[in-house]
């Protein structure tokens, strides 16, 4: 195995620094009540994260390449407001006691959502898809208190530390929860194949994705999501958590249904479900996941 691309010394004491002084802000944070908190989160993210890391470049880059139409003031505009945006995400799924029983009292709504209770009803297989985009745990922490039994699918975070609280938290807010290993995805095939519901999120770039149309480019996206409804005859549902100006935060909507067919139509239906909610709320997405890959590996690697 190579060592060239271990972090250097250096670099390994600044991801030390750097955990230390997050997981610093989250003890102080976690004495405020969730509201403030959240907002005072928000403040740091924007204003003191944003403006001394990469973030908002590499967010301004993602803008630039998916909506090459947008005004430069509205791209930086848009920068600007989403570090503030995923310092709020990051609070709220480190509070799942407190983000639970927000959720709780937020109705879902959306067309999707009869063809969800009947599934239920009938025992059918679930998958939710939704993105890094709002709040994504918040429409299933709603659905579970409302009697619904849904998992989820998650990938650890780069932080071995923050990643120890993440998982914690994560597990906390509901049982079964998968990891992204090949145990946790064998154990999220059985609790499919017996009717189980989860979600997942679909804009990560992954080596095995093809290219698809996202925002009008072609986006590496992968197949396995629809591979797997159509294996287990799961319903396959996008789920957006919309941050909202007002009371409770929140709005839940439950899209419509994808129906099923080849993995590629199905899959670049929920690609255009998420699109339109980046368009219309394009500061709640994250951004700056690379998913500018021009080409498929298994074509012309990425290097």
């Known amino acids: 195995m190579s060592t060239s691309a271990s972090p250097s010394l250096p670099a390994k004491r600044r991801e030390r620094r750097r955990d230390r002084i997050a997981l610093a802000v989250l003890a102080l944070l976690s004495r405020l009540p969730f509201g403030l908190r959240v907002r005072v989160a928000g403040w740091l993210g924007q204003h003191l994260v944003g403006r001394l890391s990469r973030i908002r470049s590499r967010v301004r880059d993602s803008i630039r390449h998916f909506l090459p139409e947008l005004p430069e003031a509205e791209v930086r505009r848009i920068a600007g407001v989403v570090p503030g945006n995923l310092a709020r995400l990051a609070t709220e799924v480190l509070s799942p006691d407190d983000l639970a029983r927000v959720a709780a009292s937020i109705p879902p709504q959306g067309p999707g959502l009869a ?21 994504y745990d918040v429409p299933r922490l709603a659905l579970n208190a409302r009697g619904y039994r849904i998992g989820g699918y998650y990938k650890d975070i780069d932080s071995p530390a923050l990643n120890a609280r993440y998982v914690r938290a994560i597990e906390a807010s509901g049982a079964p929860m ?24 679909i804009d990560l770039d992954r080596p095995n994705g093809v290219l698809l149309d996202f ?12 591979e797997m409804a159509l294996k287990y005859d799961a319903l396959v549902v996008p789920v ?28 670049q239906a929920l690609n255009d479900s998420f699109a339109a909610q980046v368009r219309a709320h394009p500061e709640q997405w994250v951004w700056w996941h690379n998913r500018r890959k021009k080409t498929h590996p298994g074509r012309d690697a990425d290097r």
């Open 115 to 135: 063809a969800l209770e009947r599934a239920r009803a009938e025992g059918r297989a679930a998958i939710l898809v939704s993105a890094h985009f709002g709040n």
């Open 178 to 201: 998968f990891p992204d290993t090949s145990e946790g995805l064998k154990g999220l095939l059985r609790f499919l194949r017996k009717g189980g519901m989860f979600g997942i999120l």
């Open 215 to 226: 925002l009008g480019q072609p986006t590496r996206t992968v197949l396995s999501i629809a």
């Open 240 to 267: 957006f958590g919309i941050r909202t100006p007002e009371a409770p935060g929140f709005r839940i909507l439950i899209d419509t249904p994808v129906p099923h067919g080849d993995p590629a139509t199905m899959t």
